[in-house]
């Protein structure tokens, strides 16, 4: 979505006074408030990053559950990840 805002100088208008109309035009556009809204939205990951990840997360799970009941590896109450 473009907008384009466009404020031309009056005759006998001070280059203050033409920021100061330029900032309000800004600001009743709504351009700031949507800027900010989406600044830090992240993209959803692909599915195929989702599945791969669900996958790695199962065979580690497996893993852990054979290393278990061969008495290699004991089982932590602890849950949460890395920091």
Do not use: C, D, P, W
């Not at 556009?29 to 669900?54: D, F, L, M, P």
């Not at 290699?72 to 602890?78: E, L």
């Amino acid at each position: 979505m473009i907008t384009v805002i466009e404020v031309k100088k009056n005759a006998n208008e001070s280059n203050m006074n033409l920021i100061r109309r330029f900032s309000r035009k800004v600001q009743e556009s709504g351009i700031i408030q949507k800027v900010k809204s989406k600044r830090y939205n992240e993209r959803a990951e692909s599915k195929i990053k989702v599945k791969a990840a669900t996958l790695k997360r199962l065979i580690r799970r497996k893993n852990l559950e054979k290393l278990f009941k061969l008495g290699k590896a004991t089982k932590s109450t602890k849950k949460g990840g890395h920091k």
